[in-house]
Antibody, heavy 122, light 110 residues
Framework: QVTLRESGPALVKPTQTLTLTCTFSGFSLSTSGMCVSWIRQPPGKALEWLARIDWDDDKYYSTSLKTRLTISKDTSKNQVVLTMTNMDPVDTATYYC??????????????WGQGTLVTVSS | QSVLTQPPSASGTPGQRVTISCSGSSSNIGSNTVNWYQQLPGTAPKLLIYSNNQRPSGVPDRFSGSKSGTSASLAISGLQSEDEADYYCAAWDDSLNGLVFGTGTKVTVL
């Protein structure tokens, strides 16, 4: 059974760094083709893709947020971590992690975490 | 930022067919496959269509996807009340070297 769960602070102050952890089970991020991404959604707004890390440690970032984001994985712990620096109130959103089981067959994000709401406020 | 354009809303009565468009460019839809996601109120998105027109196991065949050039479409036939949700298209963008989502479409069942 595949599950993903996001964890991290619910409230951060402006200029602080946000660290979110995606803990997953039911699959291994060392399997060829496997990927995990972070996606966010501001209240009442559309989904926004943030970053992706692949089984071979390739990393991809949103062009508009690239300078603020770092994605990493700990395969032994089944975790993917996202850090976002210099947080601003406009970064208030629900943050999701999701997996692609096989990037080679265009399979899409088939499993998602429940999401974690992060509010940026002083 | 959303570079795939969808109509903000669509509606229909139960049993009707509703179509949602997704307009992109040569660097995304024009050169990569399209996926569609359904987001029910207060829940995480769910994969509805992958690789332009493939349904994951468990997705009713009332949902179908297609792609032509730099545009894609999602059709819901035999609209049901439980289809009331937000729908998003998504595609990899070769110029941005990242995934882009559509602006989202809210489907209302009248």
């Amino acid at each position: 059974q595949v599950t993903l769960r996001e964890s991290g602070p619910a409230l951060v102050k402006p200029t602080q760094t946000l660290t979110l952890t995606c803990t997953f089970s039911g699959f291994s991020l060392s399997t060829s083709g496997m990927c995990v991404s972070w996606i966010r959604q501001p209240p009442g707004k559309a989904l926004e893709w943030l970053a992706r890390i692949d089984w071979d440690d390739d990393k991809y970032y949103s062009t508009s947020l690239k300078t603020r984001l770092t994605i990493s994985k700990d395969t032994s712990k089944n975790q993917v971590v996202l850090t976002m620096t210099n947080m601003d109130p406009v970064d208030t959103a629900t943050y999701y992690c999701a997996r692609i089981p096989n990037v080679y067959d265009s399979s899409g994000y088939d499993y998602w975490g429940q999401g974690t709401l992060v509010t940026v406020s002083s | 930022q959303s570079v795939l354009t969808q109509p903000p809303s669509a509606s229909g009565t139960p049993g009707q067919r509703v179509t949602i468009s997704c307009s992109g460019s040569s660097s995304n839809i024009g050169s990569n496959t399209v996926n569609w996601y359904q987001q029910l109120p207060g829940t995480a998105p769910k994969l509805l269509i992958y690789s332009n027109n493939q349904r994951p196991s468990g997705v009713p065949d009332r949902f179908s996807g297609s792609k032509s050039g730099t545009s894609a479409s999602l059709a819901i036939s035999g609209l049901q009340s439980e289809d009331e949700a937000d729908y998003y298209c998504a595609a990899w963008d070769d110029s941005l070297n990242g995934l882009v989502f559509g602006t989202g479409t809210k489907v209302t069942v009248l």
